[in-house]
């Protein structure tokens, strides 16, 4: 029989809410030893998702985007919107500042292979499993590693 993702997820899922502070967040992650967590707003639906890596990026230096002054025209050799961007996640304060919406999400269906598939090529290690908008599960790099170790 092939696993699915009801097989080998976590239902014991850690969310947390967009208006939840930076600090907190991370608290609660090295307290729940957690690498990540969906970001569920007031109706219970999913909002987003945060993991170790917003929290890192939100520390990182500054990038000056490189211009060219040519008489009283300065040329950004840059998107602006990559460095507003960027400028917004630093000056962050809640969870909704540096979450990603775009959520790749999975079904209780999802098999073992198509989930290990996702997780390879889109560079994913955390995947929301939902059910009508709702988080029910969580797969993770671990639970990925123990399926396979056992078939």
């Known amino acids: 029989m092939k696993k699915k993702a009801k097989d080998i997820m976590r239902t014991d899922v850690i969310t947390v809410s967009p ?4 600090e907190e967040l991370g608290r609660l992650f090295i ?3 957690i690498s990540g967590a969906p970001v569920i ?12 890596n917003d929290l890192i990026n939100k520390e990182k230096r500054f ?5 060219i002054r040519i008489f009283d025209a300065i040329i950004p050799l ?7 961007e960027e ?5 962050a304060s809640t969870v909704e500042d540096i979450c990603t ?10 098999t073992l292979n198509e989930i290990a598939t996702i997780m390879a090529e889109k560079k994913i290690h ?14 993770g790099k671990k639970e990925v590693i123990r399926a396979i170790s056992e078939e």
Request: charged share 35%; aromatic share 2%.
């Open 78 to 84: 840059e998107s602006d919107t990559r460095v507003e």
């Open 63 to 67: 990038h000056i985007p490189t211009i």
């Open 126 to 139: 955390l995947l929301p499993v939902v059910k009508d908008n709702k988080v029910v599960g969580i797969v």
């Open 101 to 110: 919406r775009d959520v790749i999400t999975i079904s209780e269906d999802t």
């Open 19 to 22: 208006e939840m502070s930076v």
């Open 87 to 91: 400028i917004r996640k630093m000056a």
């Open 41 to 52: 707003d007031e109706k219970g639906n999913l909002f987003g998702i945060v993991t170790e």
């Open 31 to 33: 307290e729940k030893n």
